[in-house]
């Protein structure tokens, strides 16, 4: 079909003399919202304009296709969170400050991490400020806009490679019914008679203390010992940032 129904609540797009209140702030944020409830592979341009309300060759006259609105999503996701006007006077604190606000991000929009690709960037406005941030923040301590670079990328893959989980494991949850500590535990009874054979001790005994897997706190600890490193890098020793 080529329109649906406004949805209940929602602005319609008809307006006083037939004309549209289509615009393209409307259709970038209707996309984002279908990826925030059921991930980016539900975002499609019938879909999208299904929530609106619209034809779907309506988008067009604003949108090129689905790899633009992406940009646009991310564009739009990114730019809900921006840094502060003035940084903190250390590196290591302006470092934590971008981190933090990313991997927030990341957990807001569980699709974003796996848009953003390394090794095609794509263009995205509202997120060459976290670069600058991090370039000024290095480069003001003496690193080289190359070595600076590098250590941006590591950090901001670093986040990106940890926040993807949170994407696979909403859509496994959705596939499975079941969350991660309940697949855990259809997977316990397997689990321990490999273990019982001896051959690992160490996950034997970390199977019997426990282990609660906090991907916060795993944020947190990775994020402090990558900034450790390039404490190293820097020529400073105390490394007690956390």
Do not use: C
Request: hydrophobic letters at 45%; a negative charge.
């Amino acid at each position: 079909r080529s329109a649906a129904p406004t949805r209940p609540g929602a602005p319609s797009d008809a307006t006083a003399g037939g004309q549209t209140g289509l615009t393209l702030a409307r259709i970038v944020r209707a996309a984002v919202l279908v990826a925030d409830a059921e991930g980016l592979a539900a975002v499609s341009m019938r879909r999208v304009a299904a929530e609106l309300g619209v034809a779907t060759m309506s988008l067009y006259r604003h949108v090129t296709d689905k790899d633009d609105l992406l940009v646009r999503m991310m564009d739009a996701a990114i730019a809900e969170r921006p840094l502060p006007t003035e940084p903190p006077p250390g590196w290591r604190e302006a470092l934590e400050v971008a981190a933090r606000q990313l991997w927030g991000l990341f957990r807001i929009h569980p699709w974003l991490a796996p848009a953003l690709s390394l090794t095609r960037p794509q263009l995205i406005t509202s997120a060459l400020a976290y670069s600058e941030w991090v370039l000024e923040a290095l480069h003001a301590r003496g690193l080289d806009d190359q070595t600076a670079f590098t250590a941006h990328l590591t950090l901001l893959n670093y986040i990106r490679g940890l926040a993807q989980n949170l994407e696979t494991e909403r859509e496994a949850e959705a596939q499975s019914g079941l969350d991660s500590e309940e697949w855990m535990d259809t997977q316990e009874s397997a689990f321990q008679s490999t273990l019982d054979g001896g051959r690992y001790p160490g996950l034997a005994r970390l199977a019997k203390s426990g282990y609660d897997l906090d991907l916060d706190g795993l944020f947190e600890f990775g994020l402090q010992r990558l900034l450790d490193g390039l404490a190293v890098l820097l020529g400073e020793g105390d490394t007690s940032g956390g």
